[in-house]
DNA sequence: TCTTGACCTCAAGTGGGCTTGAAGTTGCAT
DNA sequence: ATGCAACTTCAAGCCCACTTGAGGTCAAGA
């Protein structure tokens, strides 16, 4: 049982965003001491498990989808497959984007968009990305969601 | 030479999107064909590498900085090694999310986050990120950025 | 008992990244 | 010459993820 100063220090969110996050849904308090919320030392785990997840680019919402509010909503699989594919596209993009920098840094190319080695990168990463296929016909100026 | 519809289809990106990326410096527009704005091929690849480096959670600003807003004013070496090794550092943390999620599809504990093998996983991904370490003294609510 | 300080709630504000809408301009086809 | 679709600008709006601020409450110590 740790009250919410305590488990901001140790987890490094603020308690301004603790309360949010209770407020949403994504971790709750388990009763009070005084004023003072008490979470569980299970809380901690969730919290680092929420900062992961949003680093890897998924929303609020997407990560309480995908672990529930509570911990058992017993994950569904399926759910969380689609999650650990998504998060290998997203590694192979990343890895990409690495190599192109790096590759950069020590090519001679005076303009690097131009160079062939770094399109070839680029373009590789994004392929996979491609799945997101064709979408509206003309182009009014609407559109996708990306 | 393309137009910003043409521009809009091969890319993917709407055209909102891309006014919206020339305002703030991000691509340029080499001229106009009446009121519509011409853009070189070159700016395919910068939007690629935009698309990219926002999957890997870096904002419109970093990525500016990251990559000029010309082709040219040549790339700091330096700024671009860490945002390679800013990469790599991210990379570790999906790959251990993607684990920790796989793992809890097979695995039969009824609460995952109480799980050994799960809480490990996570620890480690963190563990790479606590370079951040300690700060502020007292935790009046203020605090940290993330 | 009184103060103090860390918490509380709730509403409003912020910044990023766009989108939307109104009003105007243009080139091309009729 | 006229119409119209596809652009243009500019300001305002929207969603997300929080933060900030005002005003209130509590419990531990002087």
């Known amino acids: 049982m740790l ?5 901001s220090r140790e987890s490094g969110f603020s308690p301004s ?4 996050y209770e407020e949403v849904g994504l971790i709750r308090s388990v009763g009070r001491r005084g004023l003072k919320r008490l979470y569980e030392d299970e809380v901690k785990t ?20 995908t672990i ?3 911990g058992r909503p017993d994950l569904d699989g399926t759910v969380l497959a689609a999650k650990a594919d ?5 590694i192979k993009e990343l890895t990409a984007l690495r190599d192109g920098l790096r590759h950069v840094m020590n ?3 005076e303009n690097h968009l131009d160079c062939p080695r770094f399109q070839r990168i680029i373009r590789v990463a994004l392929t996979k ?6 979408r509206s016909k003309k182009n009014p100026d609407k559109g996708r969601r990306n």
């Open 86 to 90: 998504a998060i290998d596209a997203k």
């Open 129 to 134: 990305k491609q799945v997101d296929g064709k």
């Open 107 to 109: 090519c001679t190319a």
């Open 68 to 70: 529930g509010s509570e």
């Open 46 to 65: 969730r919290i680092s498990l929420i900062s992961l997840a949003q680093t890897a680019g998924f929303s609020l919402g997407e990560i309480k989808e």
């Open 3 to 7: 009250d919410i100063s305590e488990l």
């Open 17 to 20: 965003k603790l309360r949010y």
